[in-house]
Structures are given as structure tokens and as C-alpha cells.
């Protein structure tokens, strides 16, 4: 038996999301695309500090998790983020997060 399955969906869910955005590139990638406010057809890493091949690496991730969908449109793919799935993750983490369900201690 894995030892996930002991956990519900909504956790799991929430686990495999924060690994996505785990990595400083990843977040690079997710804030480059957010910044542009278009899907990017053109080579990432152009824009970015990483070799193409790291770039194409955590689109991976990061498309598998659903914050991104790739669009192959000639020889060229279209990166877009995935506003439902991002929204949704925000608010479970904004519920998960809520005041009210941690004993928050003031001095950390």
C-alpha cells in the first residue's frame, strides 16, 4: 500500500502543487509567464537565466501539476497558464492556511 492513500484528495492534491512550485525556476517560469499576460510561443529560456533544456524540464512539472498547458501550433508550442487550476489551488491553500484552524503563535 502507498502510503499517500491514507491521506485524502484535497492533501494529496495540495502536496503534489507545493512540489510544483518547490523550485526557484519553476517560479521564474509560472511569474515570467504571469508577467507577459499572453501565452508565450517563442523559447523561454530566451527570457530567462536556464539553458533550454532546464526550461523545458519544469514546464514539464509544472504542465503535469496543471498550472500550465502547452498548445502545439505549427513547429512552435504556446505556453499559457492555467487560471482554473491556479485559482483553485490558491483557495485551497487559503483554506487550509485559514486564522482560525492553526493556533497561531505571535512570536514567530
Not at 44 to 73: A, C, F, M, W, Y
Request: hydrophobic share 35%; glycine share 4%.
Amino acid at each position: 500500500m502507498d502510503k499517500r492513500e491514507i491521506f485524502d484528495n484535497e492533501l494529496q492534491a495540495l502536496a503534489q502543487f507545493a512540489k510544483a512550485i518547490s523550485h526557484p525556476a519553476r517560479l521564474a517560469i509560472l511569474k515570467y509567464l504571469a508577467e507577459t499576460k499572453v501565452c508565450v510561443s517563442g523559447d523561454i529560456s530566451d527570457s530567462l537565466p536556464l539553458s533550454r533544456t532546464t526550461v523545458s524540464q519544469h514546464l514539464k512539472e509544472l504542465k503535469n501539476v496543471g498550472l500550465i498547458h502547452g498548445e502545439v501550433e505549427g513547429l512552435k508550442i504556446n505556453y499559457c497558464l492555467c487560471g482554473s487550476t491556479i485559482k483553485k489551488f490558491k483557495s485551497h491553500f487559503n483554506e487550509f492556511f485559514e486564522e482560525d484552524s492553526f493556533c497561531v503563535d505571535k512570536q514567530c
